[in-house]
């Protein structure tokens, strides 16, 4: 096979491998006022509820949810007004351990059966940078409802090449302490502080 044979034999791959880079550039818009205002759900499959707590003090051990169901209403223009509430099945736990994930559902921890869901809704939005926001709200877990407060940061906005469905993505992380919910077991040997790291996928109500 001669070079120039090779060359384009390989074109194609050349130009598949390239789509990705291209559809991202043109389908996401980093720019908050670019975002269209309306009405949002979530998209559970690129959205994640990822968590981390200290393990006997020598690492951090991480899980995550997935199931996540929800609705965010936002305006670019009034950051504020922004309302968000979200449910996430508590069954859903995975940590890659299977062991450890049966536990986590029994009631000496999570009692996945008595309380099936955790719930966010949103009480306040406070923007604190031209992409960053601060969001409080009341996070109900293992029967117990209590003020939480998530710095999100906006990703982007634009048309999914795949789905074709107007989207926004953005990140949050926070902190809970476990003890506030009745989660108590193994404290303080394994860490009460909890950090919350979250990536969200809202696609526009039809």
Avoid: C
Avoid at 13 to 31: C, G, M, R
Avoid at 77 to 82: C, T
Avoid at 112 to 120: D, E, H, L, S
């Amino acid at each position: 096979m001669t070079r120039s044979t090779l060359k384009l034999a390989l074109l194609p791959v050349a130009l598949l491998a390239s789509v990705p880079a291209v559809l991202y550039a043109q389908a996401a818009d980093p720019a908050p006022a670019a975002a269209q205002a309306g009405s949002y759900n979530v998209e559970p499959s690129h959205t994640r509820v990822g968590f981390s707590v200290l393990h006997f003090g020598f690492t951090d051990y991480y899980g995550e949810f997935s199931g996540v169901s929800g609705t965010l209403s936002l305006d670019p223009k009034n950051v504020a007004g922004a309302k968000l509430a979200v449910t996430i099945p508590v069954a859903s736990i995975d940590t890659t351990n299977d062991t450890l994930n049966g536990e986590l559902r029994d009631p000496t921890w999570f009692d996945a059966a008595k309380y099936p869901t955790m719930t966010f809704v949103s009480t306040k939005v406070t923007r604190t940078g031209e992409r960053t926001a601060d969001v409080t709200g009341d996070l109900t877990f293992h029967g117990v409802t209590r003020p939480v407060t998530l710095h999100a940061s906006f990703n982007a906005g634009g048309v999914n090449p795949m789905s074709k469905a107007y989207t926004l993505g953005f990140n949050a992380t926070g902190t809970i302490q476990r003890s506030d919910f009745g989660v108590t077991k193994y404290v303080p040997m394994v860490g009460d502080s909890v950090t919350l790291r979250i990536s969200a996928a809202f696609e526009q109500a039809k």
